[in-house]
């Protein structure tokens, strides 16, 4: 087990490396030399003219991007070009409210996912499985953004019940209740979009799994129709689940972007736009690099997840 | 059926007679397919909504009542006989600018898919076939983009490469191919065992030959049902970045763009004919590509007796 982690370590590596090149390509696609966007932009012109000769910018490319990772090594993303504050800053600042909002959904949105795949699949062909699949459809079907001015329009300006924006109410103190109030719409969109990417994954990873001989057998035991279908259907049924799991997370990324923009979540998304619209190129590829990062790293802790529950995988080769 | 076939089939179902896997006579596999598909009613729907909706595209300038770039007299109007839909803020047809977009959605929905296809079909092919370094290689370059979340790559490339209609069908293609190329390899791997193949190599077949004739032909079914759900899946990330502002451009209209405007908390309140009828227009054309799509993966399944 230990040689698999750290083998699946090595292989992450460089991956996390070439995530690093690719980024930079792009940058240097943009405006601006992404060297350029290590220096503070409150150095005067003359000073920094010396600096370029001195940082090499007249080095070839790969030269550039061995400076530029070596800062990167040492935690250093550089300046926003905008607001001159270290992006790293920006970021980590962020990232609590997006985490937040990123995993309260992904726990409800597995927590309406599974049973509801289950009850699906053991009841194939029944109007709760018609109910399900269908709304699994409309889950995946449905655009967020709209979704979200939808719930606005009815909780929001018709209801009147719920906040529209921010994550606590302007000027109060902010606390738990508050920003639960925030929270529920927001969760709302990107719950309905993993619950709809999940149920048919359940459903039909159940499906497959009460085909198996092994029910049969366990049927055939006298074994009690409730614990042949939680003991022996449902924990095999909801292994390959962990890796659709792994994969929720780049969709999460991208679903909070759209819906931080249309609620005024406080976090990673608004931020990505906001740095979009300024055109700050040095905070934008700070926050493409991050989000790469902590997709790779979820997905390795998935696979490691993936072979310490399934007991099929060898560890060794 | 004797006591040892009823000992060992299942415990509800009766197994299948061979009648039934093999219908009668030698049904041409497109019967059969359609047979299949047909059993999907949401699909023919589904599919109905999408050959009306390609006839809107193709057909725009005949059906539109107005211009859709065309500023009328009255502007923010409500649904009227003059403009069945309305009018936006600026004095355009509503119902106008809805039948046009379909254009765009679908000429970004398909277009990106064809290059993400043609990509990711090759790549996959070389990857599998030839394995080692070259499989190695392929695969990490898959997976490093398929770390950065998608969405937020898109925006970024837009964002640098600037928006339009053209821009958007190439960055959605040009960033859609890994998990075709993942697709297709592993398919790959399993036909390069098949006997077939193993003859083709023995006969001296060139290698694109094998590739192109013996191979590609089998993976053909997963690529078309991966390729309908990515053209539902571009006409989402479409309206996405045309409703942040990154996308298609007004003038030209696209849902997306159209549903910016609901950004404003006026257009929002109180004049919902504007931001309501191309939310729903896009919900109605992804979902019924999504059941169309359901409905190949049925039809085209090999496993499937039905």
């Keep these: 087990m230990f040689n698999y982690v750290i083998r699946r370590i090595f292989i992450a590596i460089p991956v996390l490396i070439g995530v690093t090149i690719i980024n930079f390509i792009i940058m240097s696609m943009a405006p601006g030399s992404p060297v350029d966007m290590l220096i503070s932009p409150q150095i005067p012109a003359e000073a920094l003219a010396a600096k370029r000769i001195e940082l090499g910018l007249d080095a070839p490319a790969y030269v550039q991007y061995l400076s530029w990772f070596k800062h990167l090594l040492q935690g250093d993303l550089g300046y926003s070009m905008i607001t001159y504050e270290p992006v790293l800053n920006m970021i980590l600042s962020r990232m609590g409210p997006t985490l937040l909002l990123m995993g309260v959904s992904l726990i409800i949105g597995v927590a309406i996912a599974v049973p509801l795949g289950i009850l699906s699949a053991r009841k194939q062909y029944s109007k709760l499985d018609y109910a399900a699949v269908t709304g699994s459809f409309l889950g995946i079907s449905v655009p967020n953004f709209f979704l979200g001015l939808g719930l606005i329009y009815v909780f929001s300006i018709w209801l009147k019940i719920l906040p529209s924006s921010g994550m606590t109410t302007l000027g109060s103190e902010g606390g738990f209740g508050d920003i639960l109030l925030h929270l529920i719409m927001p969760v709302i969109v990107l719950t309905a979009n993993v619950a709809g990417r999940n149920i048919r994954y359940v459903r039909s990873s159940m499906l497959e799994i009460l085909e198996q001989d092994y029910l049969r057998t366990a049927r055939a035991k006298g074994l009690k129709e409730t614990l042949v279908i939680n003991r022996h259907a449902v924990r095999n049924a909801l292994i390959p689940i962990i890796t659709v799991l792994g994969m929720e997370i780049p969709i999460l990324f991208g679903g909070a972007v759209v819906i931080e923009q249309i609620f005024s979540w406080p976090g990673i998304g608004q931020l990505t736009m906001s740095s979009i619209m300024s055109r700050d190129y040095s905070t934008i590829m700070g926050l493409n690099l991050t989000a790469a990062v902590i997709v790779i790293v979820a997905n390795l802790l998935t696979d490691i997840t993936y072979a310490l529950v399934d007991p099929r995988i060898k560890y060794s080769k | ?306």
């Design chain 2, 1 to 306: 059926m004797n006591l040892f076939e009823r000992y060992f089939t299942g415990r509800k179902e009766p197994q299948l007679d061979t009648d039934m896997i093999w219908p009668e006579g030698d049904e041409s596999s497109i019967k059969l397919f359609t047979r299949r598909f047909k059993k999907h009613k949401l699909a023919v729907a589904g599919l109905g909504v999408i050959i009306i909706l390609t006839l809107c595209a193709i057909f725009a300038p005949l059906i539109a009542p107005y211009d859709p770039t065309t500023v009328t007299e009255s502007f923010g109007a409500a649904p009227s006989m003059d403009h069945l839909m309305g009018t936006d803020q600026v004095g355009r047809d509503q119902l106008s600018r809805l039948i046009y977009s379909a254009r765009v959605s679908l000429s970004v929905g398909v277009g990106s898919i064809l290059i993400a296809v043609a990509i990711g079909t090759i790549l996959g092919l070389i990857s599998g076939y030839f394995g080692g370094w070259i499989d190695s290689l392929i695969m990490r370059i898959t997976d490093m983009f398929m770390a950065f979340p998608y969405i937020m790559l898109i925006l970024v490339v837009a964002s640098i490469v600037g928006p339009g209609l053209m821009n958007m069908i190439i960055i959605l293609g040009v960033l859609g191919w890994p998990g075709i190329a993942r697709l297709v390899r592993g398919n790959v791997l399993t036909l390069k065992e098949a006997e077939y193949v193993k003859a083709s190599v023995v006969l001296g077949y060139s290698t694109p030959r094998i590739l192109f004739h013996h191979i590609l032909p089998n993976t053909v079914a997963p690529i078309l049902i991966y390729a309908t759900s990515g053209i539902a899946g571009a006409i989402l990330d479409e309206a996405a970045l045309s409703f942040l502002g990154l996308g298609v451009q007004p003038p030209t209209p696209s849902w997306g763009n159209m549903l910016a405007s609901a950004q404003s908390l006026t257009v929002l309140t109180s004049q919902p004919w504007l931001w309501i009828p191309p939310g729903v227009m896009i919900i109605l054309s992804v979902l019924s590509i999504n059941f169309v799509g359901d409905a190949l993966r049925d039809a085209l399944d090999p496993k499937n007796t039905k």
